[in-house]
Structure formats: C-alpha cells, structure tokens
C-alpha cells in the first residue's frame, strides 16, 4: 500500500500516513518517501514510537549517517544522534545544518522528545520558492556569487545565559570550520535552484563585509516570506524529515522556560554544485570524521 500524502501548504510541507516506520524497509516506499520529499521538502509522521535505535534506522533509508556534529558531542550512548536540547542551546536563527563544511547533510531528521505546553515550533523554508520568487535582476546576481559559511557566528547571549549555554557554544566553535559555497545550488536529484545562505554565511566572494551584509540581507528576505515557511507545532512521538539542501529552518524561542527536546540524524551529503558548474571548497577545517562524501545523489 502507498503511503498517503497531505499537503500542510501550498508550497511546503506535507504529512505522511500508512507507514509503519518500525517496519523494515521497502523499496517502493522508501521511494515513494523519497519523492514525497523531493517535492514537499519537509515531511512529517505522527505517532511514531521509535527510540534513537530506530530513528537512526530511519534516517538510514535515506542514506549514510553523519556522526551528531564535527564539534558537539553526540547524545549519550550514541554515535550519530544529537540532542537540540532548550538546556544547552535554542536555535532560533535561520540557517541550514552544519552548512559551513564542504558536504552538509542532503537531510535532517529530527524526533521529538521532550514537547512544550504552547509555542517551541519549527519552522522551515523553501528555499527553492524563494530563488523563483527573486526578480530576474537578483536571480542573474545570485546565480554569479559564492559566500563563505562559518561556525565561527555571532554568539552574542544575554548575560543571565546559563553555564551550560556558555559551554555549548564554547564547543561549537572549539574547531573552526569555513567552506564556499555557491549562492545558488543546483540541488541533485531535482534539478531546482535554490539560495544556499542562512545563518551560518558570512561574507560573499569578493565582496566588503557591509556589502555582503545587505545583499545577504535581500536574500534571506526572500527566504523567510510567510508563503514560503511550514509552521511546525511539535506533538509527543513526531518525526519531522527535510531536505537540508534546499530548505532553510529556524526552532522558535517562545515557551518561556520549559524543557524542549528534539533528537537529530543527519544524512551525509554530496558536495553542493552552483550554476556554472563549480563545486564547494573546503576553506578552513576537516570534517571528514563528521561526514562522508557522497558521491552519486541518492
């Protein structure tokens, strides 16, 4: 039997039924996931019952695991599993995984552990919507650029941030990383075009610093338009499944101080491809213990 698929909106989104996740694999339907994601970009199950074992399971139909991050520490009694955890640290900026090494992951599963009695959403963006929503003025612009992405991010907190804050951040940066990627990727199974920016992208190629800020600026606006965003709200035993090569998301920072925890897999990805053909480089760090390359898109 087919899985059923609802679209959420009419440009991202969609909730996945029939199912049985605890089941092993088939290869219809890991296909028939697999195109449900290449062309919703987020996908969405209900109801779930998997434990870190079978999430990783999962996120294997898809692909190679990554370890949990190339500086975070993976959650206890895993490799590949990390825990985005409101103790340690909130997400709340746009940005897509680990985007600062050569090969971020093509996608991210998160599980849901820990939910809040009110807000704690996820929300994610096509960023692929957003390429087409550009005039053709920017489009031609965006398509000629490269941005370096770093973990080395503004990390401003409040004063009162808590110690284990303070740590995470700490080990976030403990290794530099920075690759160049093209402003504009040619995503590998599908063919779109989509802004690869965020918040980890910190400078365009042969740009000033005020330069790059503002024409990022523009672009990320595009990203971000509300037609273009699934509002997730979290529900105990979810799994939420995107596209990390074409999406951008961003974890909202307004249920006060209640505990929140998502569990995240990622699948190693291929080296992003722009316009003109040119790869990603490798500018700074080696994550080659993180992720392997892959070579031919699955």
């Known amino acids: 039997m087919a899985p059923s ?3 959420l909106t009419g440009r991202i989104g969609a909730v996945v039924e029939g199912v049985d996740l605890t089941a092993p694999p088939d290869p219809l339907t890991v296909t028939a996931l697999r195109d449900a994601l290449n062309k919703h970009k987020a996908i969405v199950f209900d109801d779930v019952n998997l434990d870190n074992a079978g999430q990783e399971r999962v996120a294997g139909w898809f692909g190679e695991l990554t370890t949990a991050h190339p500086n975070v520490p993976a959650a206890d009694g ?4 990390l825990a985005v955890d409101s103790e340690t640290s909130k997400a ?7 985007s600062f090494v050569v090969n971020p992951p ?3 599963t998160l599980r849901s552990v820990v939910t809040t009695p009110y807000g704690g959403e996820t929300r994610i963006a096509n960023a692929a919507a957003a390429y087409r929503d550009l005039p053709e003025p920017l489009r031609a612009l965006a398509d000629s650029l490269r941005v370096v992405h770093t973990n080395r991010y503004d990390y401003a907190r409040p004063s009162a941030a808590t110690a284990q804050r303070q740590e995470y ?3 976030f ?3 530099p990383y920075e690759a160049e990627h093209p402003v504009v990727r040619v995503h590998p199974l599908t063919g779109e075009r989509g802004l690869f920016i965020g918040g980890f992208a910190r400078r365009l190629v042969g740009l000033s610093s005020s330069e790059s800020a503002e024409l990022l600026r523009v672009f990320q606006s595009y990203v971000t338009r509300p037609e273009n965003i699934l509002r997730w709200t979290w529900s105990p035993n979810q799994l939420l499944i995107f596209d990390n090569r074409i ?7 307004n249920y006060d101080d209640h505990p929140r925890r998502l569990n995240r897999v990622t699948i190693a990805g291929d080296v992003p491809v722009g316009v003109d053909g040119r ?3 490798q500018l700074v760090g080696d994550a080659s213990h993180y992720s392997s390359v892959l070579e031919v898109a699955a």
Request: hydrophobic share 25%; no cysteine.
């Open 173 to 175: 940066v403990s290794t």
């Open 169 to 171: 951040d700490r080990i």
């Open 247 to 253: 999406t951008q998301h961003y974890g909202v920072d």
């Open 106 to 108: 093509q996608a991210t």
């Open 78 to 81: 895993t490799t590949n599993v």
């Open 279 to 281: 790869h990603s480089e």
């Open 5 to 7: 698929i609802r679209k």
């Open 92 to 98: 709340n900026e746009w940005h897509t995984d680990v």
